[in-house]
């Protein structure tokens, strides 16, 4: 048996190690409570890949911070058939006043305290309705900008809680995509598996701080016109959705012409 050569098989063992070990580098995720109660709980987490984008620990005011929850939406995804009949749906506010309030100081705290190597966690809990829901996300800061990903939306606590793979039925679940106002202080990052290394299930978003506060500031020195309410366009959609039921209708009726042929042939030949 010819003996190893390890010199020589020292390059090939080098080179193997810094295929495989790339993607081995996830970091154990450290979790620090900052606060928890029956509204909800706010906590820092590591990273669990090793990044350079956080500017942390960070200083943010409470005005900005109630400002980046109040802008954020979501609207539901439907399908083309559902929005060329019923319209597109209409987008929701993410946080109330209420929660808004809840969370604006621990988030504030939570930013204040974190490490560079740290996210903030954040998890609101609506107790209110027969269903409780909850309502989580991830937030941190990058230079000037903030960068913030959100989980759920309103989703059945018990569900999130004790749901199987094999108990989820496409049929009851909603899709939702995530939105900003103002729209020109905040863009979206399509790719977010790549570029956002915090989890984002819904959608993330990226807001520029001295963009947001400028159109704060410029709104209120603008004096408000008073403007009579434009009715929208529903005469139209309707219109359009009634001429697409028509057809839909024609379609149904040829169709049946179709097979009531199809059967007179079919007796004839038997």
């Given amino acids: 048996m010819r003996p190893l050569n390890f010199p020589s098989l020292l390059p090939v063992i ?29 906590m820092l987490k590591t990273f669990t890949q090793p990044t350079d984008e956080s500017s942390h620990p960070t200083d943010v005011s409470p005005i900005l911070i109630h400002k980046v929850l109040h802008g954020l939406r979501v609207q539901q995804d439907k399908g083309l058939l559902d929005s060329l009949l019923n319209g597109e749906s209409q987008a929701l506010e993410v946080f109330n006043q209420q929660e ?24 609101v809990t609506n107790n209110k309705n027969p269903i409780q829901t909850i309502t989580s996300g991830s937030l941190y800061r990058s230079n000037n900008h903030l960068l913030l990903g959100l989980q759920q939306f ?37 790719d977010s598996t790549k570029t956002n290394p915090i989890l984002s299930k819904i959608g993330n978003v990226t807001i520029d701080i001295n963009l947001l506060l400028n ?26 959705i009634q001429n697409l039921e028509k057809e839909l209708g024609d379609l149904q009726q040829q169709l049946e012409k179709q097979n009531q042929k199809l059967r007179k042939l079919e007796q004839r030949l038997e």
Wanted: aromatic share 8%; with cysteine; proline share 9%.
């Fill in 14 to 42: 080098i080179f193997s190690l810094s295929a495989f070990l790339p993607g081995c580098l996830a970091l154990p995720q450290i979790e620090t409570p900052i606060h928890q109660s029956s509204e909800g709980q706010i």
């Fill in 100 to 123: 808004v309030q809840f969370l604006t100081p621990h988030l504030r705290n939570a930013l204040a305290q974190s490490t560079p190597e740290e996210y903030v966690f954040f998890q």
């Fill in 154 to 190: 309103k989703a059945n606590k018990r569900r999130t809680t004790l749901s199987s793979k094999s108990s989820v039925s496409p049929s009851r679940i909603q899709r939702w995509s995530l939105l900003f106002l103002p729209e020109g202080a905040a863009f979206q990052n399509l």
């Fill in 215 to 240: 159109m704060s500031h410029s709104k209120k020195a603008r004096p408000e016109k008073q403007l009579s309410p434009q009715p929208r366009p529903h005469k139209q959609d309707r219109e359009n």
